[in-house]
């Protein structure tokens, strides 16, 4: 017999239609097992709703000065103490809370409305496309992303709307590249040769085989640049070209706080701890959700 | 046979340029290189040679995944080398590729029931109804559950996944099938089984079946002509049984002679290739075998030989082609036991089966 593929090994019925394993979402079966990553979800979670709840809170108005308790210590009437104007510093701080997430949240929006596509544009079509998008992109880069933010920011005037938007425009960049190199490897794959095979034009491809395979590695990316946009907002706040006064925001809180280091360091103290609770919060996410999502080890 | 002609090539090629050095010309790979090549209706041609031959690029050509450099390739009366994109999108209705790689070849984010069914909405077939009806009686007919429609790729084995690409390349009824080494990626046992559905579909559809493969006992089981490569070239070409039983040109020969055989006292004496195939950049003069071949001599070093008749339907190039008596291979595959016969028989009806109830006719 020389030919290994005899017809006695034709399959039985049982054999071809053999078990399948439960169908599972293996995604958050990994997240739930990873600690700091719900470690990381639940500090954002939480910051979230706090600062969702604002207005229904038993708080005062962030505004509202009392110029009877100005820089007082915490107490058990103002729990994280007043400010210079004696605000309450607890009620800023969650007033502040929405400033700093929107700010994260909608700048890597803007960000990624504008660099998904140009980066895929430029990966799926490569020849001039490609080297045009990708010289301006590396123009971009060649500044340095924070001096880049204010840079715009000063350029647009000071405002929580223009901070938002020079520091979005300031990580495009990040996702040109990013979505740049995933289409490009997403391209080398056969199934998006047998996508042209069976007929698909160019616009379904891009819409059903590359986009939900490079949205994973950008998924991640966009938690992890939330992070570094919070403190790009409270960067821009503390010099004065982010939210203006008297709207609160960490960042402009932190600015104030810098006259009274000594005597009211509480000032400074909780906007403090609130950023780098927020930026770790979305970077253990971040660094759960590329482990959970890469399919590499189950 | 039916011996209408479906698909031809004319001195198809397709060259690699690689990058051109600061001094000098870049430099030329010729993977397909001039190659004429009718394929006829319903038939099963396998194209064999070694890897890197340039088997998978005349793969792609055949269906346009690729476009030549030069030469045609000829689908019922029209070029597809040059048909505009549109045309060409609704000529793969009837052109088919089914991948080497099961694990690559399906997107991850879709499921088997849409990965199935889309070649159906690409070419805008049936309505939802017929979709649904057609999808589940391919599925029957590879050999897969219904229930199997709301999984995903990652869920399936190798031999699975094969099947559901076969079913996403046929669902549309194709004329021609190309299959780029559809089973060399998988273990031997399931080889068997998707090579029987790919048969068993190929007569339910009448379809015509090219397949690419290393595997010559897999070209034995399933093809009726074979064409062998070497570089870029057809070296010799015919149907299945004469060309192994008796081959005209030595690199057939070579790899016949490389066939395991499981009978002792049965084997050849040596291995009659030696050497890897030349850089394909910098080809040979003459016979592009001839360093490889053992009964090279003067002419094969200068003079390139044309693909000749050397029987009926049978083709060669090679110099001595009519003078050289090559050791060919019986065929021995044919006896079967009486079980085996059994249970073969057995398969054969409850595909059937399974094809009739699940059709709704």
Redesign the interface.
């Known amino acids: ?13 049982q ?4 078990v ?2 439960p ?1 599972q979402s293996r995604v958050w079966r990994k997240l739930r097992k990873n600690p700091a990553a719900l470690l990381g979800g639940g500090i954002v979670a939480f910051f979230c709703i706090v600062a969702i709840l604002a207005p229904v809170l038993p708080i005062p108005g962030p505004a509202a000065t009392d110029f009877g308790a100005v820089r007082k210590a915490p107490s058990a009437v103002h729990w994280f103490g007043t400010d210079e104007l004696g605000r309450d510093m607890l009620s800023r701080m969650i007033w502040g809370a929405q400033a700093s997430l929107m700010a994260g949240v909608v700048s890597v929006t803007i960000a990624l409305v504008i660099g998904v596509p140009l980066g895929v544009a430029a990966g799926y079509a490569r020849g001039w496309t490609d080297a045009a998008i990708s010289r301006v992109t590396e123009a971009l880069l060649a500044a340095p992303f924070l001096i880049l933010a204010i840079a715009m920011a000063a350029f647009l005037g000071p405002s929580l709307t223009n901070a938002m938007i020079a520091i979005g425009i300031s990580a495009v960049p990040i996702f040109i590249r990013l979505a740049r190199a995933q289409t490009m490897q997403v391209l080398t ?3 998006v ?9 160019h616009r ?1 491809i891009i819409a ?2 590359i986009l ?2 490079i949205v994973p590695p950008l998924l991640v990316q966009a938690t992890l640049t939330i992070a570094t946009a919070i403190i790009a907002e409270a960067s821009l706040s503390f010099l004065g070209l982010g939210q203006q006064p008297p709207a609160p925001s960490w960042g402009s809180m932190l600015n104030t706080a810098k006259q009274f280091l000594e005597q009211a360091p509480w000032l400074a103290l909780y906007p403090g701890i609130a950023i780098f609770l927020v930026v770790l919060g979305f970077n253990l996410l971040g660094d759960g959700l590329r482990d959970a999502l890469d ?1 590499r080890d189950n | 046979m039916n011996t209408e002609i479906i698909l031809e090539t004319q001195a198809l090629q397709k060259r690699f340029t690689g990058r051109k050095p600061f001094f000098g010309e870049a430099k030329v790979v010729r993977a397909v290189d001039g190659i004429n090549l009718k394929i006829r209706r319903g038939e099963t041609l396998a194209i064999v040679g070694e890897s890197g031959c340039g088997k998978s690029t005349l793969a792609r050509l055949l ?1 346009r ?1 690729m476009s030549p450099s030069d030469g045609t390739v000829v689908y019922q009366g029209r070029n597809i080398a040059n048909v505009p994109a549109e045309d060409m ?2 000529l ?2 009837d052109l ?2 089914i ?3 099961p694990f ?7 499921t088997i029931g849409a990965l199935i069914e ?2 159906l909405l ?2 805008n077939i049936g309505d939802r109804q017929d979709r649904r009806a057609k999808v589940a009686a391919m599925l029957a007919r590879v ?3 219904a229930s ?1 429609i ?2 995903y790729p ?4 190798g031999g699975q996944r094969q099947r559901i ?1 076969i079913a ?2 046929l669902i ?1 009824e194709p004329k021609v099938v190309i299959g780029d080494e559809p089973v060399s990626a998988l273990d ?2 399931i ?3 998707v ?2 559905i790919l048969q068993d579909l190929k007569e339910a559809l009448g379809l015509t079946l090219v397949i690419i493969a290393h595997d010559l ?2 070209v ?2 399933m093809a009726d002509r074979v064409a062998v490569m070497y570089l870029g070239e057809i070296v010799e070409q015919g149907p299945v049984a004469d060309l192994f039983a008796n081959p005209k040109h030595p690199y057939t020969a070579a790899l016949i002679a490389a ?5 002792v006292g049965a084997r050849s004496a040596a291995a009659q290739l030696q050497g890897d195939p030349p850089n394909p950049i910098d080809l040979p003069t003459g016979c592009r075998f001839h360093p490889r071949c053992p009964h090279a001599t003067e002419v094969c070093t200068t003079t390139r030989p044309a693909l000749a008749a050397t029987g009926p339907d049978r083709w060669a190039a090679c110099h001595h082609a009519a003078t050289l008596s090559l050791q060919g ?1 019986a065929a ?2 044919q ?3 009486a079980a ?2 059994a ?2 028989d ?2 054969r009806d ?1 595909s059937a089966d ?1 094809a009739r109830t699940t059709t709704p006719t």
Do not use: C, W
Not at chain 1, 193 to 201: F, N, Q, V, Y
Not at chain 2, 259 to 263: L, M, R, S
């Open positions: 017999m020389s030919n290994p593929v005899t017809l006695d090994t034709a399959p039985s019925r054999e071809v239609s053999e399948l394993p169908k794959e056969d199934y040769e047998g996508a042209t095979a069976i007929g698909l034009t379904d059903r085989y939900p395979n399919p | 269906v995944l999108r609704h793969r209705r088919q590729f991948f080497q790689d690559s070849s399906l997107n991850p984010r879709m889309e070649p690409v070419h050999g897969l559950p199997v709301d999984r990652h869920e399936f084995s690409g996403r390349a549309t031997v046992s080889q068997a089984q090579i029987n006992a897999v034995r089981h066939i395991p055989v499981a009978q291979h021995t595959g006896t079967r036991s085996a016969q249970r073969f057995l398969y409850r399974a």
